[in-house]
């Protein structure tokens, strides 16, 4: 697995943007009943399991990730938060260190999108899930992405980023595909619900924690990556760039899905 958004504090402090912003829309429904044990497997930095701690006070959240500088900031961030209800632990996804059916449920944000094998991994996960217990997993999809005024050379920076993705052997349009990916893994029951960011000036709160500091703010980041691929000359994604912030003024729209699914195992 690679992240193809990198570790720095940039990332850092975008995926924070992006995990306040959208807290409503994707975790308004995600809670978890008193004395549960919960899996987040690829917790990251802590940016999701901090909502998830709040939302299930009384349940209990192993977060795991494979980065050991990433739990290090997911500590602190849960510590800071007042959460005491976590515990966190370095660990594969493919080789999880636990026993079989040993959480209630599992959840899993933004990390399938990352790995060539979604499917293997979501094997593996049903396999330290309970009989009857739940797995959610949210994931985003970047061809959904559309705004106004359009702009061609937007589309084509955005394109860089997903194809970047595919050589890493990710997906960043991972979103469409949750039904059939739980499906082959043998998951039941599977609910997929779309949840569409739309911003326009009337919501200041998501023109810059969303379109400003969480999409913009990731296509940006793979700008040297793309050019050095010969994916796009500097000038065309430069004016991509431009053109995603063009959205972000008074007459601007702009538009993104996320997809939420929730099946179970029996």
Known sequence: MKYVHGYDQRETIRLQDQASTLVELLHADTAYPPGCQILEAGCGIGAQTVTLARNSPHAHITAVDISDRSLAQARQLTQEAGCTNVS????DIFNLPFEAQAFDH???CFVLEHLARPVDALDRLKNSLKVGGTITVIEGDHGSTYFYPDNAASHQAIECQVELQRKSGGNANIGRALYPLLNQAGFNTIHVSPRMVYVDSSRPELVEG?????????????RESAISADLI???????GIKGLYRTTEKDGVFCYTFFKAVAYKQ
């Open 88 to 91: 966190f632990k370095q660990a």
């Open 106 to 108: 599992i959840f899993v």
């Open 210 to 222: 969303f379109t400003k500091n969480t999409f913009t703010a990731m296509i940006e980041g793979v």
């Open 233 to 239: 000359d500097p000038e065309t994604f430069d004016d």
